[in-house]
């Protein structure tokens, strides 16, 4: 039996959007409160150093804030070190086109220009944008000052939107996040403690939660080992047996998933559920058990008997012959593509002209209160129509709360405080609020941060609790407008759909297949099937976007159909392979293929 197709973002309604907020994902609320302890504790160094719009730099630390403390403090030296050269170089831009508006116009539109395209051809991606923000608004603030000296003082302001958060992701996010390996095994124990669930008892929405979990593969997972690896403080062994266990956990969550989804009449061993939910504790409690006892457990059924193969070597690599390494092509820090596929330059040209229209738009109509217009062209750009459309509506919903709450707080909220305390309160409970959509769903994450986009900009305007409301509106406006300019531009010219990469997908997702056919051993077996629901997830995330794209878009999509159907069956033939029907999956295999082709 397939797998349902997970619902595309055009069939979403309120009932589903509400599910996402609601939905408790492993680690969730952890996450959420450390980016809000984060973000308020950003604010408070800003209003002890008296820093100028305070929601710049909570916006900064919303945006780079991770789960692990290695991530957090190696980004926050980086993004420090990085940004010092930028304001060097921006400070002789400054001295050599400060009375000459169409040079510094052109040096605007010159760095817009680069760091779109850093963002989209280069490993830069993660941060690409923000540096943007970051340097083209200190440009814009740097405009209104009107003497040499007080330019070096801003300059240093500016320095200072990424110092703060740099120097609070170093210092906090060392004592309050969680070690890398920790993030891995909780991680593994919720995929364990999923499965145990499935196998008893699963109705529609606990699979559709498990169907979420499957596909999140696991690339999140390997990241987190990396970087527990530059603690030196595991033992590659240690770190080798969570490698394996992270595999076998998706491995194991495809099987129960197929088991709960299919229609037959069966009830799994009760012995393997306590299994699985004592495994789910030890890795709970940061442990990595070994030597898992499976006698006593019935195998009358293939998958169960699946499942407990994958348990007998679920914590030791080493049991098993290992695979020959595949060989892999060294990646620079650009992609391959990223100097010949011109889409990395209509993108560019694409950014670049929102932000001038941008620019030009506030500046011909002298109201500089809607500046926030060209922070928000850097952050909603996306690569396809599909995207743009999807997230859209979720952006402007986002603004639009978080607008609100920033002028209802404003009105109600901020007279009455009397000291700082209450106002670092209202902070962190709005960031809550913002970081606990922005760490959902892919779906509805937009959503969370514009919510804090847009009350840090209307709220955060200067040091202290703000009480103009004129300045509120303006930043509000201004995250509206720049949402309609990006959206008009990058629909406009070079519209790139979704559709036009399915190929591609498929063609990673079949050859993800092929690999997990050949592969020899159950452990090299587990971590092609780790990999395929990271390859069909992808696949399935731009079929949704192609379904969002307008309906002259769609009508050149004659083969939606079979992507759609296809990559729901792949996650499907990876079960079948590790079932032991290799042969007949080979067949429908090569179906999926000639159909790409």
């Given at each position: 039996m397939a797998l349902p197709v997970i619902e595309s973002l055009s069939k979403l309604d309120f009932h589903r959007i509400w599910q996402f907020v609601c939905d408790p994902t492993p680690g969730r609320l952890g996450f959420a409160l450390r980016m809000a302890a984060a973000c308020t504790v950003t604010v408070l160094v800003c209003e002890i150093w008296q820093v100028p719009d305070l929601g710049v730099p909570a916006l900064v630390m919303m945006a780079i804030w991770q789960k692990d403390r290695v991530t957090n403090v190696l980004i926050g030296v980086v993004l420090n070190i990085i940004v010092l050269f930028l304001l060097l170089a921006i400070y002789g831009?400054?001295?050599?086109?400060?009375?000459?508006?169409?040079?510094?116009?052109?040096?605007?539109?010159?760095?817009?220009?680069?760091f779109f395209f850093m963002g989209s051809a280069s490993k830069l991606k993660p941060i690409s944008y923000l540096l943007g923000i970051i340097i083209v608004f200190g440009l814009i603030v740097l405009e209104e000052v009107p003497v040499g000296e007080i330019i070096t003082r801003a300059m240093l302001y500016t320095y200072l939107f990424t110092l703060v958060p740099g120097a609070v992701m170093i210092v906090l996010g060392f004592l309050i996040c969680p070690s890398p390996r920790r993030i891995v095994t909780d991680d593994i124990a919720a995929r364990?403690?999923?499965?145990?669930?499935?196998?008893?008892?699963?109705?529609?929405?606990?699979?559709?939660?498990?169907?979420?979990?499957?596909?999140?593969?696991?690339?999140?997972?390997?990241?987190?080992?990396?970087?527990?690896?530059?603690?030196?403080?595991?033992?590659?062994?240690?770190?080798?047996?969570?490698?394996?266990?992270?595999?076998?956990?998706?491995?194991?969550?495809?099987?129960?998933?197929?088991?709960?989804s299919s229609a037959?009449?069966?009830?799994?061993?009760?012995?393997?559920?306590?299994?699985?939910?004592?495994m789910a504790a030890q890795f709970g409690k940061g442990h990595?058990?070994?030597?898992?006892?499976?006698?006593?457990?019935?195998?009358?059924?293939?998958?169960?008997?699946?499942?407990?193969?994958?348990?007998?070597?679920?914590?030791?690599?080493?049991?098993?012959?290992?695979?020959?390494?595949?060989e892999k092509e060294a990646?620079?820090?650009?992609?391959?593509?990223?100097?010949?596929?011109?889409?990395?330059?209509?993108?560019?040209?694409?950014?670049?002209?929102?932000?001038?229209?941008?620019?030009?738009l506030f500046r011909s109509i002298n109201w500089p209160g809607i500046h926030t217009c060209i922070i928000t062209c850097f952050i909603v750009a996306l690569p396809t129509t599909g995207e743009m459309v999807s997230k859209l509506t979720l952006r402007i919903i986002g603004a639009t709360i978080g607008g609100a709450i920033g002028i209802l707080s404003i009105i109600y909220v901020m007279p009455q405080l009397q000291e700082i305390t209450g106002f670092l309160v209202l902070v962190f409970i709005v960031s809550l609020l913002s970081s606990w959509i922005r760490v959902g769903d892919e779906r509805i994450a937009y959503s969370g941060f514009q919510i804090g986009l847009a009350f840090y900009l209307s709220d955060l305007s200067g040091f202290g609790p703000t009480t103009d409301m004129a300045t509120a509106w303006d930043r509000i406006v201004g995250v509206l407008i720049g949402n309609f300019i990006t959206y008009a531009m990058f629909t406009s010219f070079w519209p790139s759909s979704a559709y036009e990469g399915l190929s591609t997908c498929?063609?990673?997702?079949?050859?993800?297949?092929?690999?997990?056919?050949?592969s020899r051993t159950l452990s090299a077996q587990a971590a092609c099937m780790a990999q395929l629901q990271s390859a069909v997830s992808e696949g399935e995330r731009r079929v949704e976007y192609a379904l969002a794209e307008p309906p002259h878009m769609r009508e050149q999509m004659i083969r939606m159909d079979f992507f759609e159907k296809g990559f729901a069956d792949a996650a499907h033939l990876g079960v079948e392979i590790m079932d032991g029907d290799a042969h007949g999956a080979a067949r429908k295999i090569t179906a999926l293929e000639n159909m790409t082709s």
């Open positions: 831009i400054v001295k050599f086109a400060y009375d000459n508006t169409v040079i510094y116009v052109s040096c605007i539109a010159a760095i817009s220009f680069f364990l403690r999923v499965s145990a669930e499935l196998l008893r008892c699963a109705g529609p929405r606990e699979v559709a939660h498990a169907t979420s979990l499957l596909r999140d593969g696991v690339v999140e997972m390997e990241q987190a080992l990396k970087m527990a690896r530059l603690e030196h403080m595991w033992t590659k062994q240690d770190l080798a047996s969570l490698q394996q266990a992270a595999n076998c956990s998706v491995a194991v969550l495809a099987f129960a998933e197929q088991w709960a037959e009449e069966k009830t799994p061993p009760a012995e393997l559920i306590v299994l699985l939910e004592q990595c058990p070994t030597g898992v006892d499976t006698s006593g457990i019935g195998q009358e059924n293939s998958r169960i008997r699946a499942i407990v193969s994958l348990l007998n070597v679920f914590s030791d690599p080493f049991q098993a012959e290992p695979e020959p390494a595949e990646s620079g820090f650009f992609f391959k593509d990223a100097f010949s596929n011109p889409y990395h330059i209509r993108f560019a040209v694409n950014g670049t002209f929102s932000v001038l229209a941008s620019y030009v498929m063609e990673e997702v079949t050859r993800k297949l092929r690999q997990l056919c050949s």
